[in-house]
C-alpha cells in the first residue's frame, strides 16, 4: 500500500510536525464507496462531503427532471458511489493540504504501522533539521531527484 505523509506547516520542530504527521491510505475506499458522506464526515472533509452530495443529488435530479425511469436512479447512484470510492482518499488528501499540512514524503508499506516506522527512520535521518515547513500550499519536501531544490539549483 502507498500512504502520503502530511505533517503541520505552522511550525519549525521537526520532532512535533513527525508526532502530528498525518498518514493517507492511497487507492480506492471501500468505506467511502458504501457509507458517502458519513466517511467524509468521520475525517472531517467538508469538501468532499460538500461534492459527495452534490453530485448525489445531482444524480437524482437528472432523473426526476430528465424523465428518467425509477430503474435508472440505482445505477446513477452507484456510479456516483464508484467514482467517490475511486477519489475520496484524493479528496482528503486535498482538504488535509487545505487544512495547514504539507505533503512531505511517500511511503510505501504493508500496513499503516510500516507505514509509520519507515516514515519516522527516513524523517530522524535527514542531514539537516533545518526547518522544511513552507507557508505555501505547495509541498515542502521532494526526495533527492529531479524534482528537489537541489537539483533545481
Known sequence: MIYTVHVPRDGFDPVAAAERARFIRDG???GAFVFGPFWFIRHGSVIGLAI??????GAFALQ???GLNQAVLPGLTLLVALFIGFEATSLLRWSTDRRRFSCVDVVSAGNLEEAETHFLRRWASRPS????VRTGLAPAYAPMGLF????NG
Open 52 to 57: 459527495n452530495l452534490t453530485l448525489l443529488g
Open 148 to 151: 528537489s531544490d537541489e537539483a
Open 129 to 132: 533539521m533545518a526547518p522544511l
Open 64 to 66: 426526476r427532471f430528465a
Open 28 to 30: 480506492f475506499s471501500w
